[in-house]
């Protein structure tokens, strides 16, 4: 399974803009580029995803390279809510609908 | 909608008992799947289905047993519990290769 690399953690002010890396420089040509995040003590929810374009939804920005072996997820302005773990994940296009969670990024937003 | 839903919320167990953990969704995915998270550690995929009466193994099947009868429900059994089961069980689905949904999830103790 394709492997991602992400920092172990990261801090933000409130209000800032965060930008979330993660390497993935194993990457296949039909892999897609998932982000989920987990809430203190829930379970993990779906963040955004793409394969070669920037993608953008009411959540976040996901930047993605051209080379594909890197992407950034992007928090516009970060609030306390989006204080999580964040796990960027490489997808099949085909096969079954397995997620390989590696250890994330812990985001901390100081207020 | 419901969504996924877990039972129960917390559960402690002796070693050796054995117990079945309830997963159920009414959004009629096809896709359902059990992760278990250990402390400071990302999901591991220990059992999936890609429908009813079709399951297969994850990452780290050993001790439990699945089936799915119906498309709503994905119960996960574990036959004789150890204390390297304690851990916090998410069940998820999916409409086929699509975003995952995931349920609250079960902390587990085995002493």
């Known amino acids: 399974d394709a492997k991602t690399t992400q920092p172990n953690s990261m801090e933000s002010n409130e209000e800032e803009p965060v930008h979330l890396p993660c390497n993935h420089s194993?990457?296949?040509?039909?892999?897609?580029i998932h982000w989920y995040r987990q809430l203190p003590s829930q379970g993990p929810e779906y963040v955004i995803h793409g394969l070669t374009s920037n993608v953008n939804n009411r959540m976040a920005s996901l930047a993605i390279a051209e080379d594909r072996k890197s992407s950034t997820l992007i928090l516009h302005r970060a609030t306390l809510r989006d204080a999580a773990v964040y796990y960027c994940?490489?997808?099949?296009?085909?096969?079954?609908?397995?997620?390989?969670f590696g250890t994330g990024t812990r985001l901390t937003v100081i207020p | 909608n419901a969504g996924v839903t877990q039972t129960p919320k917390f559960q402690v167990l002796k070693t050796g008992q054995s117990m079945t953990l309830q997963c159920a969704q009414d959004?009629?995915?096809?896709?359902m799947s059990w992760y278990r998270q250990d402390p400071g550690m990302g999901l591991r995929l220990i059992h999936y289905s890609v429908g009813a009466g079709i399951t297969d193994q994850g990452e780290v099947p050993n001790g439990y047993n699945v089936s799915r009868s119906t498309t709503e429900d994905f119960p996960l059994r574990l036959l004789s519990a150890a204390p390297s089961q304690t851990s916090v069980y998410f069940c998820?689905?999916?409409?086929?290769?699509?975003?995952?949904?995931f349920g609250p999830g079960t902390r587990l103790t085995v002493l």
């Open positions: 959004m009629n995915h096809e896709y």
């Open positions: 998820a689905s999916s409409p086929s290769l699509d975003t995952q949904y």
């Open positions: 194993t990457i296949s040509g039909t892999d897609y």
């Open positions: 994940i490489l997808r099949p296009q085909t096969g079954a609908n397995n997620l390989f």
